[in-house]
């Protein structure tokens, strides 16, 4: 969660968002290469990643 919440803060930008994390830009891909795959999604889509960024963003209101 924080590694794809990061990612939408940084408008999809690897190295910022590494930045933001602490860690390594490759980590940072592995990560998103990870979640994209148990997630079945393409975070290359803009569909994808508006799914996925809606899903965040309802998650507190959801509990």
Do not use: W
């Amino acid at each position: 969660m924080v590694t794809l919440e990061a990612f939408f803060e940084c408008h999809g930008n690897l190295s910022q968002t590494a930045a933001q994390l602490h860690i390594h830009r490759n980590t940072l891909t592995y990560r998103l290469e990870r979640i994209a795959e148990i997630a079945q999604l393409d975070l290359n889509d803009a569909d994808a990643r508006f799914s996925l960024q809606l899903a965040l963003k309802l998650q507190p209101i959801m509990k």
